[in-house]
């Protein structure tokens, strides 16, 4: 069943290009700074569809975990990585309404120059980063090493980022388009493949 939580989360993924792209930032704690200012921006509307979605989307990982189980018979130790699914979702919504980025850079200057480290920590506290760690669990919980490398390689590209310049200029609200579609497309294809794999081990 490990298709089942990549093709969800994929679609959650997928999902919150809109939430992004037509979703009304907020913009508040403006500081002066030498060259201009800085200023917190949320994006509410985002925000508010990760947690609803994540919550949803474990939700029905679960369900699927559950059915197959009892179809054969078996334990599903599914509980585990649900709950830190919703947990990490909800923990990462809250401290971006709170402001995280004020607690990881404390100096608004830092933030119109920020170090290599600044980025890695901003892409680490982000939804598709909680998406790896909840599977970093689930791998951990089936004992599956495919799973751990796939989510190794998910990790690479979402805190990299490895988005091979595409969008790099964008800005705006359509900034973050070109890191979901990949990061949806690593999902996805990481579900195509355990679905294939687990097709072909099947008894004839």
Request: aromatic letters at 12%; glycine letters at 10%; one cysteine or more.
């Amino acid at each position: 069943m490990t298709w089942l939580p990549l093709l969800v989360l994929a679609v959650v993924t997928f999902g919150a290009i809109p939430a992004y792209r037509y979703g009304h930032p907020v913009v508040s704690d403006c500081h002066a700074v030498a060259d201009g200012q800085v200023c917190k921006v949320w994006f509410a509307a985002a925000e508010f569809y990760w947690l609803a979605a994540a919550v949803l989307a474990y939700v029905v990982i679960a369900g699927g975990y559950l059915r197959v189980a009892r179809a054969r018979g078996v334990d599903a130790r599914v509980l585990p990585y649900v709950l830190t699914g919703v947990a990490l979702s909800v923990v990462l919504v809250a401290a971006d309404a709170a402001g995280a980025g004020a607690w990881i850079v404390p100096d608004p200057q830092a933030l119109l120059h920020p170090s290599a480290f600044v980025q890695f920590l901003f892409r680490l506290l982000g939804p598709t980063s909680a998406i790896g760690l909840a599977l970093l669990v689930l791998a951990w919980l089936e004992r599956h090493v495919a799973l751990l490398l796939f989510t190794i390689a998910y990790l690479a590209v979402v805190l990299v980022p490895i988005n091979f310049g595409w969008g790099v200029h964008w800005g705006g609200q359509s900034q973050f388009v070109p890191m979901l579609l990949i990061s949806g497309g690593v999902l996805l294809l990481g579900s195509a493949g355990f679905a294939l794999a687990q097709r072909l081990r099947r008894p004839r």
